[in-house]
C-alpha cells in the first residue's frame, strides 16, 4: 500500500487520517477494488448501521476537481472505530465513464446527513489514468442458425475486422442479418468507452410493429428498458433471446439507435 502524506486534520468529534492505500487499475465502467487504511483522529466513535451511520465512499472528479460521480458505492465500517483506533477496509470501486484523467477522492460520509468535507475533513485524493473498458478491439460474431452467404460478405466489409476464437467482445447475429458497416467500430468504440453490453437498431425486411422501439436513428440510451437485440456482450455478459431474436436484459448496457443491423425477411422469429 502507498503510504498517505501528511495532511490537516480539524480538532473535533469528527476527523479522519488518511494512512493508506492501494487500487487496481481502473478500466472505465468496470467494477475494481480498492483498500484504505484510515486513522479515527477525532474524539466520536465511528458507528456504521447496516447501509447508515458513518459510510467510507467516493467521488470522481475531472483534472479541475469537478463532480463527474458524486455518490460512489458505500462500504460499511466491520466494528464501531473508536478514537485513535486505525482500520483497513476494501473497498468497491466502479471506474466512471469514458476513459481518461480523473481524481478519485475518498471521503466519510454520515448517512443522509453530511459528507465530512463538508465539515472541514480532508479527503484522499488519488489522481488515476482510467484505461479503456476492453484491453484490445477484438470482436466475434456468432451467427444462430449457421453460416449465411450475405452475412457472412457483409462481416468481411466491416470498418474493424471480426475476428475467429478468442476475443474481448462477443456479437449475436441470426444467419442473413445485414450489418452496417460501421457496426464493428461503433460497438467497439462502445465497449472502449465502458459497456459490457451494447445493442443497437434492428431493421426489419417488412414493417414490424414489434420492432418499433428499435428503430434506426436514435440516439444512445443506457436506461432503454427493453433487451437490447442483436447485442454484442463483454465477459460476464450472457444472451438470452427475445421475439426470437439473441437478446440481452441486465445492467451496464447501452442502446445505440445509430448501430444498424437489417434482418432478412421471415427470419424465424416467433411473432406475438
Not at 111 to 132: Q, Y
Not at 189 to 195: I, L, M, S, V, Y
Not at 243 to 250: C, F, K, Q, R, T
Request: charged share 20%; proline share 11%; hydrophobic share 45%.
Amino acid at each position: 500500500m502507498e503510504r498517505v502524506g501528511e495532511h490537516p486534520v480539524p480538532p473535533g468529534p469528527l476527523a479522519p487520517r488518511w494512512r493508506a492505500w492501494s487500487l487496481e487499475p481502473p478500466r472505465a465502467g468496470a467494477p475494481g477494488r480498492a483498500r484504505v487504511a484510515l486513522e479515527n483522529a477525532g474524539s466520536a466513535a465511528w458507528h456504521s448501521h447496516g447501509d447508515t451511520g458513518v459510510q467510507l465512499a467516493y467521488h470522481w472528479l475531472d483534472p479541475l476537481g469537478n463532480p463527474i460521480v458524486w455518490d460512489g458505492e458505500r462500504t460499511a465500517f466491520p466494528r464501531p472505530v473508536a478514537p485513535g483506533e486505525t482500520v483497513e477496509l476494501d473497498v468497491p470501486v466502479r471506474a466512471p465513464r469514458p476513459p481518461g484523467p480523473y481524481r478519485l477522492s475518498f471521503d466519510l460520509v454520515e448517512e443522509h446527513r453530511f459528507w465530512f468535507s463538508e465539515i472541514g475533513c480532508a479527503t484522499l485524493d488519488i489522481a488515476v489514468e482510467v484505461a479503456p473498458r476492453i484491453a484490445a478491439r477484438t470482436l466475434a460474431v456468432r451467427v444462430a442458425g449457421g453460416a449465411h452467404a450475405q452475412t457472412s460478405a457483409a462481416l468481411a466489409a466491416q470498418e474493424e475486422p471480426v475476428v475467429d476464437g478468442d476475443a474481448e467482445a462477443v456479437a449475436y447475429l441470426v444467419a442473413g442479418a445485414l450489418p452496417a458497416p460501421d457496426w464493428s467500430r461503433r460497438l467497439l468504440d462502445a465497449h472502449a468507452e465502458g459497456w459490457a453490453a451494447v445493442g443497437g437498431a434492428v431493421v426489419p425486411a417488412q414493417k414490424d410493429r414489434e420492432l418499433a422501439a428499435w428503430a434506426a436513428g436514435g440516439g444512445r440510451n443506457p436506461r432503454f428498458g427493453r433487451p437490447l437485440l442483436l447485442p454484442s456482450l463483454l465477459e460476464g455478459a450472457e444472451p438470452g433471446a427475445h421475439l426470437g431474436l439473441p437478446a440481452y436484459l441486465g445492467e451496464d448496457g447501452l442502446f445505440d439507435g445509430r448501430i444498424e443491423v437489417r434482418l432478412p425477411p421471415r427470419s424465424g422469429r416467433r411473432r406475438a
